[in-house]
């Protein structure tokens, strides 16, 4: 049973589209996040829920919009797609976050490369 | 502010030597976290070791091993009897928000 699942793992998209990267966690996690890793490796957070509630929304583009119905699920919906958005996206969990309460280690999907041509 | 550093990007090594990945960490909060995550080839992220500031005891699993120093805000990681297997990029990360650039690890025969 995956842990942190994404979906779709592979996305390949003109410039302009509008496109969703659908991620769930069935480890009854309190806290979810969205990471972009460009093609240099680096890895930056967007992102981060817990229990449904936005908690960290780092300087990105308004075109991306997270959303998460419930505590399993985070999507990340994508609008305009620019050439610049080509990258992996990263889904995690973790139970805790940030500076209160319990930190633990966040579990990760398998990634979503995007490209957009 | 938050930062990690990690001053090495790319270093290789023999198999079985021993390797050394520094990071280097700022942040003004008093209780904090530090992780290390291994990216192996194949791209998916495996957690390897979560420390919380009030612990520095150093760690040791296996051929892995984590010196964490308050003093020198540093918290690094050793890879002792290196295999091809430990090829990947290591990253260093404080909380959950604030990952390293990361230290690709090359291990030839």
């Known amino acids: 049973d995956t842990a942190v699942s994404q979906t779709p793992k592979y996305l390949v998209t003109q410039m302009g589209n509008d496109k969703s990267i659908k991620c769930e966690q069935n480890l009854g996690h309190d806290t979810m996040y969205w990471y972009k890793q460009d093609s240099k490796k680096f890895l930056k957070i967007m992102f981060s829920?817990?229990?449904?509630?936005?908690?960290i929304n780092e300087t990105v583009p308004n075109r991306f919009s997270p959303k998460s119905p419930d505590k399993a699920h985070l999507n990340l919906h994508i609008n305009s797609l620019e050439l610049g958005d080509s990258a992996v996206y990263f889904c995690a969990s973790s139970q805790g976050w940030g500076r209160r309460g319990q930190n633990t280690e966040a579990f990760f999907g398998q990634g979503t490369r995007l490209t957009v041509v | 502010a938050q930062k990690v550093t990690q001053a090495q990007t790319e270093i290789s090594v023999v198999e079985k030597e021993d390797v050394t990945l520094d990071c280097v960490y700022e942040t003004r909060d008093t209780t904090y976290y530090l992780f290390w995550y291994k990216q192996p080839p194949s791209g998916e992220l495996v957690f390897l070791i979560r420390r919380n500031s009030f612990d520095e005891q150093n760690e040791i699993s296996g051929r892995y091993s984590w010196n964490f120093q308050k003093s020198t805000s540093s918290f690094n990681f050793t890879i002792t009897a290196s295999q091809v297997v430990d090829s990947a990029v290591y990253f260093c990360?404080?909380?959950?928000?604030?990952f390293g650039t990361g230290t690709r690890l090359q291990v030839t025969l």
């Open positions: 829920y817990n229990n449904k509630e936005l908690i």
């Open positions: 990360a404080l909380f959950s928000s604030g």
